[in-house]
């Protein structure tokens, strides 16, 4: 019986744990039924390797933007900078940009000064923000509020671990919600709960690969095969079976990363 689609709409291909592995990878996940991988940026600096993955690989598409650990390091990205690498056929989406204050890498201010170009770099081109939040909950929800009021933008809350209060706001102002497998974790109720009340056309699934990977693989290296589990616990989630989680989370992604073509036909 063919597995039903599935895409993974975070993961990071770029990183050494890969090197080589491309191929057997991609192999691996097709099995597992996921067709599509946007592989995601974190330093601008870096965007090349991204798009020679993109161009090695037709089911490889890519974002453009600096991660909140690497605000410091590139502070002086411009807005025309990310709306022009933006440009390439394969560059999807603009970050991962926001807000980390677990790790706290980068001045808080600095990390709030690049994520409202991001948000104004996805504004302009139209294309959807992957957002990082980590222990930022209150300043990230002021900030998504004002930026929104200067006119929308599309955007998603990547690998939700935060809390209910963010999720409601995401929503409200028009977000996505994406599940990695930190879903699947022992002791994740509290986001299965948010997860459980997330509206059905606003999540999408992902794997943040090679981070955070699901049980029955959890402590080891995460891959994109693997968001086939999240999609399962996601699945008993919401009370439905895989295959319309499957058609739902891919619906929603087409309906967000808009220029990438549904190879899924009617």
């Known amino acids: 019986m063919k597995k039903p689609f599935l895409v993974d709409s975070h993961c990071h291909l770029d990183v050494p744990d890969f090197e080589g592995e491309h191929v057997e990878l991609l192999t691996r ?3 597992e039924g996921v ?9 601008v600096a870096r965007i090349e390797r991204l798009k020679q993955l993109t161009r090695a ?7 453009v933007g600096t991660h909140p650990h690497n605000a410091a390091a590139e502070p002086d990205t411009s807005v025309a900078e990310l709306v ?7 560059i999807v989406a603009i970050g991962e940009a926001g807000l980390d204050y677990f790790y706290d890498k980068a001045p808080r201010e600095i990390q709030e000064t690049v994520f409202r170009r991001h948000i ?4 302009e081109t139209g294309l959807p923000l992957v957002i ?28 939700f671990s935060s809390g209910r209060r963010l999720a409601e706001a995401g929503l409200a102002l028009g977000g996505y919600v994406s599940f990695s497998g930190i879903l699947a974790f022992k002791k994740s109720e509290e986001i299965r709960a948010i997860a459980a009340d997330v509206p059905m056309n ?8 090679p981070y955070l990977a699901p049980p029955p693989y959890r402590g080891k290296r995460n891959e994109p095969a693997y968001v086939r589990h999240t999609a399962a616990v996601l699945a008993k989630t919401k009370g439905v079976d895989l295959g319309e989680i499957a058609q739902q989370t891919s619906d929603n992604f087409f309906a967000l990363f808009k220029k990438i073509p549904d190879p899924r036909g009617d």
């Open 29 to 31: 996940a097709k099995a």
């Open 35 to 43: 067709g599509l991988f946007v592989t995601i940026s974190t330093h």
């Open 57 to 63: 690989h037709a089911e490889i598409f890519a974002s």
């Open 84 to 90: 022009r690498l933006s440009q390439d056929e394969k």
């Open 120 to 123: 104004e770099a996805a504004r």
């Open 132 to 159: 990082h939040s980590r222990d930022a909950d209150a300043d990230m929800i002021r900030i998504l509020e004002d930026e929104s009021g200067k006119g929308a933008f599309p955007f998603i809350l990547h690998c």
């Open 202 to 209: 606003r999540l999408l699934v992902e794997t943040d690969a």
